[in-house]
């Protein structure tokens, strides 16, 4: 089997529901899906079971340890070459694993990522947070833009690795926050071959209100630092764009009122 699906869950049923439905309508169907219930008090487990004729799928539960050990723990399980690692909160087109068939046929990867969009039937609430998290003026494309002022860093919503190279790195470590970013660094001191796929892409629907995203982006400022301490020749001037683009709307708000 070359590809092994790793999807941690934490209290998410529907958004696994979506996402499992669209794991259906994939044009190649040789893969595993392993679902990894991180300690959920609302399980998914029955939606899974919905499933079990239509996917090759693997439903298993544990203790609460935080997405990366889970994501662990799922590749543990894994049979597949690649392990490929979603968020709960994605959903994938039809083309998305043709799109990563022809990239590594075409060139061999060791690892690799692919970019998040916004569905076109995402309230302009979820517009306007996907917008903040993967424009050129916000983040300098290196989530996977067209446009990238820094080098594309993998990102646990959507990155694939070989197998045996995840075993080789340790997987992922035991940080809180910024644990994809520190695996992705790892792939990079490690000199392996880690790429973009543009055309992998998902639609990623992350928090459905700005208290959530708001929160979501507190951890990813705290994450930051963690990586900074950790590995301080990692912080570039691309990471500043979104406090500049912060406080540029908070100065044209405070103009505006004047």
């Avoid at 679902?35 to 008090?41: N, P, R, T």
């Avoid at 930051?224 to 990692?234: A, D, F, H």
Wanted: hydrophobic share 40%; proline share 5%.
């Amino acid at each position: 089997m070359k590809y092994s699906f790793i999807v941690p869950v934490y209290n998410r049923p529907d958004e696994v529901d979506e996402l499992l439905e669209s794991l259906t309508r994939q044009a190649i169907t040789d893969f595993e899906v392993i679902v990894v219930e991180d300690g959920s008090a609302i399980p998914c487990h029955d939606v899974c079971e919905k499933y079990r004729g239509l996917l090759n799928l693997h439903y298993f539960y544990k203790e609460n340890s935080g997405p990366g050990q889970s994501r662990n723990y799922g590749v543990e399980r894994a049979k597949g070459d690649y392990v490929l690692i979603l968020d709960s909160d994605v959903v994938v087109p039809p083309g998305y694993l043709q799109a990563v068939e022809d990239e590594l046929n075409a060139h061999e990867a060791d690892a690799f990522g692919g970019p998040d969009a916004a569905h076109p039937s995402f309230t302009p609430k979820q517009k306007a947070i996907s917008y903040s998290m993967t424009a050129f003026l916000t983040t300098g494309g290196i989530r996977g833009g067209k446009k990238k002022m820094d080098k594309f860093y993998p990102r646990s919503f959507n990155m694939g690795v070989r197998r045996s190279v995840y075993s080789q790195l340790g997987g992922f470590s035991k940080m809180r926050f910024g644990e994809d970013i520190d695996f992705s660094i790892r792939i990079f001191k490690a000199q392996l071959r880690c790429r973009l796929f543009p055309e992998a892409w998902v639609w990623h629907k992350r928090r459905t209100d700005f208290r959530k995203f708001f929160r979501q982006v507190y951890n990813s400022g705290i994450a930051r630092i963690n990586l900074y301490k950790k590995y301080p020749e990692s912080l570039k001037l691309v990471h500043l764009l979104p406090m500049v683009f912060t406080l540029g709307v908070l100065l044209l708000g405070a103009v505006a009122l004047a």
